[in-house]
């Protein structure tokens, strides 16, 4: 798929990134800012860019159970904004470093609580 079509995909399921399947087997992640980065900013042709040209990997991933204090070290050790959640070897979307952050619930001074529900977003698959 070209990045006009990774647009258009994002824009219809109202999502930052998607997840490419790519060709190869490999995967990986085109997030709006890549797309600013690496196409928009460079004057490059949305339709003449394929994804996978773009796409981040490997994927930096957590499993669904994973302590959202944890998920926010494994972002800030692999330097990335976006984790890529599983239930074994599904994936089953994405959370936003900023989502996370803007959940928590600070109840007392040391202590402090994620609001679960609305932090993993469902990420469509593309190939």
Sequence with gaps: ?????????????????????HFDGSLGIV???????????????????????IMKQPLITADEETDMRDAIEIMRRQKVRNLVVTHGEEIIGVVKRSTILNSIK?????YWTVE??????????IH
């Design 116 to 125: 679960r529900e609305a932090v993993v977003q469902r990420t469509p698959f």
């Design 1 to 21: 798929m070209n990045i006009a079509g990774v647009a258009v995909t994002m824009t219809l399921n109202k999502t930052h990134c998607v997840i490419v399947d």
């Design 31 to 53: 997030t709006e800012k890549d797309i600013i980065r690496d196409v928009v900013s460079r004057c490059r042709d949305a339709a003449a860019v394929r994804a996978w040209e």
């Design 106 to 110: 600070f109840e007392e001074e040391d």
